[in-house]
């Protein structure tokens, strides 16, 4: 038997065993027929709904866009930040309003402010989404640079400049008796990280994921100047002591491989049966909402990596490949885990 003649879809897998452009067309993800009707070639591990839509004039976005706030008037992280910041480094303040609107739908518990999605419809209007990023901004600015507003995740010596996004959620958790916990994965290992996301994802938590090649770049480069071990010296000596702080200081330069050179991280679309290169990040956070594990013939078939990631990035759909994430996993490079 090649399928199960009363069904769509013999394997459950999202690809019809015949594919009927006129019946099916906006009805299924994979308008090609099965080449394995028996044989599950998608296997999908995803949120309990998908990630909400923001009501705009001209249709509906994908979570939240960091650009809808370029040329905003208005002052954000307690009159500290423009709009148009939020619009270049705002990437890990969207993603973390995605989190939250994404935890209130289903569950009032973590609901606790007055701008909240539809339950029924799964839409916040863009006048909502805004006007709760605003509020969450006097909570999650990072302490340093304003152009560390969307990165880095973690920084290695976390004493020096600790990260807000895991501080700013902890605190909410602890506010409203939250039953949830926030840290940086302390794992290095692609594996380790992949199952944590597909943990989360089941947990129906959206996972934040943090990518760095310039930020990397930029402290390997520096961490061999003169200045930086200065500097380094300087802030460890009074933190830690002359002697503490002087052994941590001199193994700085050593974190990063002055021989590699971090890049860019390719994101895709899919459109026609095919994961077409989309744009190019050097930092950047995404919201990551589905985990999709292709079969072989499906892998050739969409042109694609064997596990593609799900993402909420600037408003839109796009896909990583995780296989080009996960060997570049370091302290800046990591995901936002909540349990």
């Given amino acids: 038997m090649k399928s199960e003649p009363t069904k769509i879809d013999s394997d459950n897998d999202g690809i019809p065993d015949k594919y009927v452009e006129r019946t099916m067309a906006d009805k299924v993800d994979f308008t090609f027929d099965d080449p394995n009707p028996l044989e599950s070639d998608v296997k999908r591990t995803a949120l309990k709904r998908d990630l909400f839509k923001v009501k705009k004039d001209n249709g509906t976005s994908y979570g939240g866009d960091q650009g ?14 423009s709009g148009e910041e939020i619009s270049h480094y705002g990437c890990g303040l969207i993603a973390m309003c995605n989190v ?20 029924n419809t799964g839409i916040i209007s863009k006048s909502d989404y805004m006007a709760f990023v605003k509020t969450m901004s006097n909570y999650f600015i990072l302490r340093g640079p304003k152009s560390f507003l969307g990165v880095p995740a973690e920084f290695p010596l976390d004493f ?7 501080e700013g959620f902890n605190s909410f958790s602890e506010a409203y008796d939250w039953d949830l916990d926030s840290e940086w994965a302390s794992e290095s290992n692609g594996d380790d990280v992949y199952c944590t996301i597909k943990s989360m994802l089941k947990n129906d ?25 200065k500097v ?12 503490a702080g ?39 956070y995404v919201t990551v909402t589905e985990i999709l594990e292709f079969s072989e013939s499906i892998q050739e078939k969409l042109d694609c990596g064997k596990v593609m990631l799900k993402t909420s990035s600037w408003g839109r759909i796009v896909y990583i490949d995780y296989d080009d994430y996960k060997d570049a996993i370091d302290s800046f490079t990591n995901i936002l885990e909540i349990y």
């Fill in 160 to 166: 020096l400049l600790p990260g807000s996004l895991e």
């Fill in 205 to 229: 938590i959206p996972v934040i994921l943090a990518y760095s090649a310039d930020v990397n770049n930029y402290i390997k480069k520096a961490s061999g100047s003169d200045i930086a071990k």
């Fill in 232 to 243: 380094f010296f300087s802030v460890l000596k009074h933190k830690l002591g002359p002697v």
């Fill in 100 to 119: 939250l609107l994404y935890l209130g739908i289903d569950n009032e518990d973590y609901r606790n402010w007055s701008e909240y999605v539809d339950k």
């Fill in 246 to 284: 002087t052994l941590i200081a001199e193994s700085v330069p050593t974190i990063y491989d002055a021989t590699h050179e971090y890049k860019s991280l390719q994101l895709y679309k899919y459109e026609n049966n095919i994961f077409k290169e989309d744009q190019d990040i050097d930092s950047h």
């Fill in 68 to 81: 809808w706030f370029d040329g905003d008037s208005d002052d954000y992280c307690n009159g500290k930040v």
